[in-house]
T-cell receptor
Framework: AQKVTQAQTEISVVEKEDVTLDCVYE???????LFWYKQPPSGELVFLIR??????QNEISGRYSWNFQKSTSSFNFTITASQVVDSAVYFC????????????FGSGTQLTVLP | DSGVTQTPKHLITATGQRVTLRCSPR?????VYWYQQSLDQGLQFLIH???????AKGNILERFSAQQFPDLHSELNLSSLELGDSALYFC??????????????FGEGSRLTVL
């Protein structure tokens, strides 16, 4: 069975600090997708990124960047120059090719950015 | 706005009752997924429908059932409700039903409170 671990339950940073959210996954499958979602206080789940297991290139989108390392089964998410609006719960999720879009979610990391 | 519409947004009911949650997927999406977010279990996959047919079941209780109609909207029926069924129920949709089915977009959720 697959598993996603987000060991950081809560993180607090001061605005403009950089912060990295950790995600470690377990699966015996060799083909899979990894996702990050943001859940702001309003409750909806906002899609941030999807990467497939064949593509280990790091990705940057504005202040967001993701580091995917198959060797350590990690898919970490960094927010540069954090802002108060980044305060939310962030979820990492694993999706096997074999069971399309039946995501296995981590327990989430509550990020609080203080002004 | 993800384009996935869920109603009602909030629902309060009593133990033993039955409720129906409704989901309209994004225009053009054939797949509908239901997820449950509870304090105990976190975010977990319940069931997947593709173009009217059930494709996969996750941790869905026998008291729960779902269907997808010809117009592609879906309903999740929860019966004999228990206190532990209180949760945020998400619907998500995607274009296809297989591994390369595109992104998974979530609705804003229906918050169910069982008293």
């Amino acid at each position: 069975a697959q598993k996603v671990t987000q060991a950081q339950t809560e993180i607090s940073v001061v605005e403009k600090e950089d912060v990295t959210l950790d995600c470690v996954y377990e699966t015996r499958d060799t083909t899979y997708y990894l996702f990050w979602y943001k859940q702001p206080p309003s409750g909806e789940l906002v899609f941030l990124i999807r990467r497939n297991s064949f593509d280990e290139q790091n990705e940057i989108s504005g202040r967001y960047s993701w580091n995917f390392q198959k060797s350590t089964s990690s898919f970490n998410f960094t927010i540069t120059a954090s802002q108060v609006v980044d305060s939310a719960v962030y979820f990492c999720a694993l999706d096997l090719f074999a069971s399309a879009r039946q995501l296995t979610f981590g327990s989430g990391t509550q990020l609080t950015v203080l002004p | 706005d993800s384009g996935v519409t869920q109603t009602p947004k909030h629902l309060i009911t009593a133990t033993g009752q039955r409720v129906t949650l409704r989901c309209s997927p994004r225009s053009g999406d054939l797949s509908v997924y239901w997820y449950q977010q509870s304090l105990d279990q976190g975010l977990q996959f319940l069931i997947h429908y593709y173009n009217g047919e059930e494709r996969a079941k996750g941790n869905i209780l026998e008291r729960f059932s779902a269907q997808q109609f010809p117009d592609l909207h879906s309903e999740l029926n929860l019966s004999s409700l228990e206190l532990g069924d209180s949760a945020l129920y998400f619907c998500a949709s995607s274009e296809g039903g297989g591994a390369n089915t595109g992104e998974l977009f979530f609705g804003e959720g229906s918050r169910l409170t069982v008293l």
